[in-house]
T-cell receptor, first 112, second 116 residues
Framework: GEDVEQSLFLSVREGDSSVINCTYT??????LYWYKQEPGAGLQLLTY?????DMKQDQRLTVLLNKKDKHLSLRIADTQTGDSAIYFC????????????FGKGTKLSVKP | KAGVTQTPRYLIKTRGQQVTLSCSPI?????VSWYQQTPGQGLQFLFE???????NKGNFPGRFSGRQFSNSRSEMNVSTLELGDSALYLC???????????????FGQGTRLTVV
C-alpha cells in the first residue's frame, strides 16, 4: 500500500519496555526515522537508521530494521511517565530527507 | 544554536481570507520543508525548498504556495482559506551550508491555524 502503518495506541507500565512497530512502503527509502510529539509541541527527532543497518542503539532507545519485510520498530527500555507522547515513524522517499512520509502515530501511555 | 522558529504560534482567520506563515531554519541549513498536521489526515508533506527553489511538492491545491529567501527563511501562503485548512503547520529544516544532504530534519513548534 501507499501508507506507512503504525498501531494507534500502546499502554505500558512504568519501568517496562515499550515496543512501537511500523511498516513502511518504499524499499528505496534511505533513512527511516522516529519522532516524538508531546501535546501542543512540534516533532522531536529521537533517532534514525540508515537502510543498510539492521539495528541501532542510543541509550534507552533501540531501533530494529527488517528491510525484507519493511518493518521498523522502536524499543524504549525502562519506560518513564515522561515518555508518554505520540511516536511517529517516517520514511524518506525520492532520496530527499525533505520529503518525509509519516505514519499516523502511536500514542504511548505510561501508567505509574 | 537556535532551533527552527515558526511565527506566529497561533492564528485565527476567517474563511476566504489568506494567511502567511513564516519559518526561520537552523543557521546554516538550506532546506526547509512544510507539513500540515490534522487529526484526520495526520502529517502530510506540502513542499520543500532548497536554495530558494522548490525541490519537491506534495498533493495540495494551488491555494497553498511557498517561497524561500536568500537567507533560507521560508514563508508559506494559503489563499482563499477553507474550514478544512485548520491545522498545525510544521516546518522542518535540514542540510548544511555546504549543500551536502543532512540525514536529520529538525522541526519547529508549529503554527496552529484556525479557520472560522
Amino acid at each position: 500500500g501507499e501508507d506507512v502503518e503504525q498501531s494507534l495506541f500502546l499502554s505500558v507500565r512504568e519501568g517496562d519496555s515499550s515496543v512501537i512497530n511500523c511498516t513502511y512502503t518504499d524499499s528505496s527509502s534511505t533513512y527511516l526515522y522516529w519522532y516524538k510529539q508531546e501535546p501542543g509541541a512540534g516533532l522531536q527527532l529521537l533517532t534514525y537508521i540508515f537502510s543498510n543497518m539492521d539495528m541501532k542503539q542510543d541509550q534507552r532507545l533501540t531501533v530494529l530494521l527488517n528491510k525484507k519485510d519493511k518493518h521498523l520498530s522502536l524499543r524504549i527500555a525502562d519506560t518513564q511517565t515522561g515518555d508518554s507522547a505520540i511516536y511517529f515513524c517516517a520514511e524518506n522517499r525520492e532520496g530527499s530527507q525533505g520529503n518525509l512520509i509519516f505514519g499516523k502515530g502511536t500514542k504511548l501511555s505510561v501508567k505509574p | 544554536k537556535a532551533g527552527v522558529t515558526q511565527t506566529p504560534r497561533y492564528l485565527i482567520k476567517t474563511r476566504g481570507q489568506q494567511v502567511t506563515l513564516s519559518c526561520s531554519p537552523i543557521s546554516g541549513h538550506r532546506s526547509v520543508s512544510w507539513y500540515q498536521q490534522t487529526p484526520g489526515q495526520g502529517l502530510q508533506f506540502l513542499f520543500e525548498y532548497f536554495s530558494e527553489t522548490q525541490r519537491n511538492k506534495g498533493n495540495f491545491p494551488g491555494r497553498f504556495s511557498g517561497r524561500q529567501f536568500s537567507n533560507s527563511r521560508s514563508e508559506m501562503n494559503v489563499s482563499t482559506l477553507e474550514l478544512g485548512d485548520s491545522a498545525l503547520y510544521l516546518c522542518a529544516s535540514s542540510g548544511t551550508a555546504q549543500g551536502v544532504g543532512n540525514t536529520e530534519a529538525f522541526f519547529g513548534q508549529g503554527t496552529r491555524l484556525t479557520v472560522v
